[in-house]
């Protein structure tokens, strides 16, 4: 189950810009935020399968959401653009960004190339 974050929560549980300026990855498994609007149509594509994501990789990945609205400092922070907006957080990389509705294969196939974290 994906977890909507607000830009507090994002900087405790993913990145503090206020206190690192380098990137620092503050979770314990790799990570996708999912940058969305509720009025935006890709966006209500694109999270069905996130959520199908979230279960199948249980306990391996953090699928969160970032309502970019309700949370336009954090949107701006990342300079999101438009919407929705993927970023890969893996454990010791640096995060990638990927714009547009992924389909799920190319998801998966994002989560075993930059979060290196394999399917079931």
Not at 30 to 55: H, N, Q, R, T
Not at 110 to 118: A, E, F, R
């Amino acid at each position: 189950m994906s977890e909507k974050l607000t830009t507090a929560e994002f900087k405790q549980k993913v990145f503090n810009w206020d206190e690192n300026t380098e990137w620092k990855y503050e979770g314990n498994l790799p990570a996708i935020i999912d940058f969305y609007a509720d009025w935006c149509g890709p966006c209500k594509m694109v999270a069905p399968i996130l959520e199908e994501l979230s279960e199948e990789y249980k306990d391996r990945i953090h699928v969160y959401k970032v309502d970019t609205d309700k949370e336009q400092e954090l949107a701006a922070a990342f300079g999101i653009q438009s919407i929705p907006s993927l970023l890969f957080i893996p454990m010791d990389d640096k995060p990638q960004m990927a714009a547009g509705a992924l389909p799920k294969e190319q998801l998966q196939q994002v989560i075993k190339d930059v979060l290196k974290v394999d399917a079931a």
